[in-house]
C-alpha cells in the first residue's frame, strides 16, 4: 500500500554537491517525491526536530551539525516506503552500511551521514509535518 515518509539531504551531503546523485539514487528506487524545499535551520530548530534524541549524548553534536548549512528535506511516497528507505539509506554508521547503500556512497560518520530517514509511522507524520504544511504535500 503506497505511503508516505520524510527523508532529509544533510548538510555534509549538500555541501560535498551529493545533492543531486542522492536525489537520482531516491527515484531509481521507486520513490515518487511529493515535495521538497532547500532550508537552513536555526540551532533551536534542529533541536525541536531531534527532540527526541534530546537525552543522547551526541544531541550537542547532531543539532550543531544539522544547523552547519543548508538542507533538503523532502516528503517521499511509495509502497512500502518507510522501511524501503531505511533499507536505502543503509546503517547509521556508513562503516557498517551495506554497499550501495546511501550511507555507503556518500557518508563520512555515524554523525555526518548524507541522509535521515523516518523510522515509523509516528515520527514520520510529526517530521513531515515539522516541514510542510498541507498545501505542499498536495
Ligand atoms: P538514524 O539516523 O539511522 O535513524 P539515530 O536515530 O540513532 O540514527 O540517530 C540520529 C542521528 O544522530 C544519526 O543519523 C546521526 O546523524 C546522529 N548520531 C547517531 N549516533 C551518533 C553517535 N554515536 N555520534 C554522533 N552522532 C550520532
Ligand atoms: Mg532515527
New binding site residues.
Partial sequence: MSQRTFSII?PDAVKKGYAAAILADIEKAGFKIVSIKKISLSKAQAEGF?HV?AA?P?FG??TE?MASGPIFPMVLEKDNAIADLRTL?G??DPAKADEGTLRKKYASS????AV??S?AEETAAFEIGYFFAGLELA
Fill in positions: 544533510k531531534y534524541h543522547r551526541f553534536e547532531l551539525f539509506m546503517a547509521t555515524i554523525g555526518e551521514n535521515h530517514g523510522d
